[in-house]
């Protein structure tokens, strides 16, 4: 589980997308603008909750874009998709049968979409002083004994929330329960987990799935 050096994450390049989804991509989405048209009565109220006035624009644009971006693959009106969480709160759709995951860091909004399920996380650098700390305090010894810089452990860390997203768990399901190789594949419960890692200007992001996959696209709304 050596570290890869930064060159290693491909930065995206943005094109149209496809009018459906297969088994096998995961389509990366940023989204960069909110259409208040699509958004919920209930999502403005969780909106007006935010104290970060970032946090609130973030929510909006994602809730907006995903549903944006999944009339693409489903021919459904964006206002016509349903939204709604799992206990744990893990966003999906009612009335539509594909998988997505958003995460936002530093203003930037992204997605992952699917025909499988699909974690996603995205962090912004120079946010955590603290990381060797956190690295010794929540990840597996042999995992934080590797930790040689903040690059490092942004590619640890989105990569462990990237598998909790994927199985719903969030955070709260415990970092020390996911393992992240840095070679693209990792165990989350001892279930095989396979990850995939790029950047997004000078941000990471790490996409999980339980299925093997490939960033086939990027794109933007």
């Given at each position: 589980?050596?570290?890869l ?15 459906r989804l ?10 960069v603008?909110?259409d208040?048209d ?7 109220e969780?909106a007006d909750k935010?104290q970060?006035e970032?946090?609130?624009a ?5 809730r907006s874009g995903i549903?944006?971006?999944a ?6 009106a ?5 939204i709604?969480?799992?206990p744990s ?8 049968a594909?998988?997505f ?10 997605a ?5 399920p699909?974690?996603?996380?995205i ?6 002083r603290?990381f060797?700390e956190?690295?010794r305090r929540f990840?597996?010894?042999d995992?934080a004994?590797?930790?040689?810089g ?9 990569a ?6 994927l199985a719903g768990?969030g955070l709260?399901?415990?970092l020390?329960?996911?393992r ?15 990850i ?8 990471v992001?790490?996409a999980?799935?339980?299925?093997r996959?490939e960033v086939?696209?990027?794109?933007q709304?």
């Amino acid at each position: 589980m050596s570290c890869l050096p930064a060159t290693a994450l491909p930065e995206p390049a943005f094109a149209a997308p496809p009018a459906r989804l297969v088994s096998g991509p995961v389509h990366i989405w940023r989204f960069v603008s909110a259409d208040s048209d699509l958004i919920s009565e209930a999502e403005r109220e969780h909106a007006d909750k935010f104290q970060s006035e970032p946090a609130r624009a973030a929510f909006l644009a994602g809730r907006s874009g995903i549903r944006r971006a999944a009339a693409i693959y489903t021919g459904l009106a964006p206002q016509d998709l349903a939204i709604s969480q799992t206990p744990s709160g893990k966003p999906f759709f009612e009335n539509a049968a594909i998988h997505f995951n958003l995460s936002h860091s530093g203003g930037e909004v992204v997605a992952a979409f699917s025909a499988d399920p699909v974690g996603l996380d995205i962090e912004s650098p120079g946010r955590c002083r603290d990381f060797a700390e956190i690295a010794r305090r929540f990840f597996h010894p042999d995992e934080a004994a590797r930790i040689s810089g903040e690059d490092d452990f942004l590619r640890h860390w989105t990569a462990k929330e990237a598998m909790l997203k994927l199985a719903g768990s969030g955070l709260a399901g415990g970092l020390e329960q996911a393992r992240a190789a840095d070679a693209g594949a990792g165990m989350l419960d001892g279930q095989p987990v396979w990850i995939e890692r790029f950047r997004i200007g000078v941000r990471v992001a790490a996409a999980a799935s339980f299925q093997r996959f490939e960033v086939k696209g990027w794109f933007q709304i």
